[in-house]
């Protein structure tokens, strides 16, 4: 393991540069998975996402990640009273560059793309030596590079890409005797007929399976079976659309579902030189199969947390013999009988966890814990954050009293507003960080929280 620096940031800087004080430009292209996964074969129309509006809007997470000689890149301008808020706490806070024009259907790397004065903009940062930190290296951003001349602070896309695949996942665990479920990876449709029959006497005898794009992210590209009729089916679908196009090429994994105690994410950081730091590792909260955020510290055993150590460290190195450096996610689960299986998937790029470092190193003390989640809200017109303060209240954090809810991102919140006057309901999203000194307070805050924002504020 690389020893700590001052800062994740700075670690993060020092891993992909050399230099701890390169200046970032960030950029928040959240779901870099769909550029990843343009050239592969997965299932067909399965699963759905969430608005894309909403997603593309988190690209505002980058705000709290940055360092105050660092920028970002959004794909409009946060609203001021969250960033006065923010600067309040004594956050500090980067500057922020906005792209030109904004489609809410688009990447903020697809809008930065379109915005000539913000490419003239980056390429004065380019002179000065930044270089650009996306959530996920693609063919977007390696576009913006070039236009820019910014330096990549991340590998080539085709590694980018190689070793994201849930197929390299599983591929890496087996080579590195790393306990994994039993499971397939299939490249071909003849392999994949071959793996759902072996599947299909799996889900015969009781178990679940998953059938996973290689490229699938937040619940999209799964499928949850358990009747073998089903794995006929998707068989069928995957055969004749083979015949169809003459492309006998599938990116899919089929994995027995382990009967799981906790969901994990361990996070380290993969330097340039082949150097591992380990990060952090928490307790992910999710719903049928969809992150919804993290519980701080993870309730595991010491032998756990150290079984996840050595793993980052192994993996770490073979990631770097494989090319790649820089940020590295690894979700994993503990299991009822008492297991660690620490390789569900590798999400070489920004994880969701990634995003909250900056604020725990400034607000977590020793004895803090936390919960990092979204909370769902239903709006008939847009809400500024000036109202959602006055809403919220005491329930807000504090620095003095160590506790309340730290938003860190308020965008996704008007996200999805039409631009018409529609009075029909519409969906928003607020981000936070709940700190508290106990279980039992946390618990309460959350409450609170969601009974609050049950009643709509008021509108712009």
């Given amino acids: ?46 699963g759905g996402r969430a608005s894309a509006a909403i997603v593309n809007r988190m690209d505002e997470f980058t705000v709290l990640l940055a360092g105050p000689d660092d920028h970002v890149v959004l794909k409009s301008a946060p609203d001021p009273d969250y960033l006065h808020w923010l600067a309040g706490l004594g956050v500090d806070l980067p500057r922020i560059l906005v792209t030109d024009s904004h489609d809410p259907a688009a990447t903020v790397s697809v809008d930065a793309l379109r915005s000539p004065r913000l490419l003239a903009a980056l390429g004065d940062l380019a002179a000065r030596g930044a270089y650009l930190l996306p959530h996920g290296m693609s063919t977007l951003e390696e576009q913006l590079c070039a236009l820019t001349g910014l330096a990549p602070a991340l590998p080539p896309v085709p590694v980018v890409k190689a070793v994201n695949s ?37 889900v015969a005898a009781g178990r679940r399976v998953g059938v996973k794009d290689a490229y699938g992210v937040s619940g999209k590209g799964i499928v949850v ?39 994990l994410n361990y996070h380290f950081t993969v330097g340039r030189d082949g150097a591992v730091r380990f990060d952090f590792v928490k307790e992910a909260l999710t719903e049928n199969g969809v ?46 009988d008492g297991g660690l299986l620490p390789v569900l998937e590798i999400n070489a790029r920004n994880n969701m966890s990634t995003y909250q470092t900056t604020l725990q190193e400034r607000f977590m003390g020793a004895d803090t814990i936390a919960t990092a989640r979204q909370y769902d809200l239903t709006l008939t017109g847009p809400v500024r954050f000036a109202d959602l303060r006055d809403q919220l209240g005491e329930l807000l954090f504090d620095p ?11 965008a996704t919140v008007n996200a999805a507003a039409p631009d018409t006057d529609d009075p ?37």
């Fill in 400 to 410: 003095a009293r160590g506790s309340g809810l730290l938003v860190n991102n308020f």
């Fill in 1 to 46: 393991m690389s020893p700590p620096h001052p800062t994740f940031l700075t670690g993060v800087k020092a891993a992909c540069t050399g230099d701890p004080g390169t200046p970032f430009v960030l950029l928040g292209n959240f779901e870099v998975e769909d550029e990843w996964a343009r050239d592969e074969v997965g299932l067909p129309t399965v």
């Fill in 225 to 263: 079976v358990d009747d073998p009729r089903r794995l006929d089916q998707l068989v069928r679908m995957v055969t004749r659309r083979a015949e169809r196009t003459g492309d006998p090429r599938v990116a899919l994994v089929i994995e027995e579902w382990a009967d799981k105690a906790l969901d």
């Fill in 291 to 336: 992150h919804k955020g993290h519980r701080i510290p993870a309730r595991i055993s010491a032998a756990h947390a150290g079984q996840i150590m050595a793993a980052a460290d192994r993996l770490g190195a073979r990631l770097a013999a494989d090319g790649f450096h820089g940020v590295v996610g690894v979700d994993a689960i503990t299991t009822t």
């Fill in 424 to 460: 029909r309901p519409y969906a928003g999203r607020l981000y936070g960080l709940l700190m508290a000194a106990s279980e039992q307070e946390l618990a309460d805050l959350d409450r609170a929280i969601v009974a609050t924002v049950k009643k709509e504020p008021a509108h712009v």
């Fill in 166 to 202: 849930k197929i390299y996942s599983r591929r890496v665990a087996a080579d590195l005797g790393l306990p994994q479920a039993t499971g397939w990876e299939c490249e071909t449709v003849e392999e994949f007929a071959a793996a759902a029959a072996q599947a299909a006497r799996s």
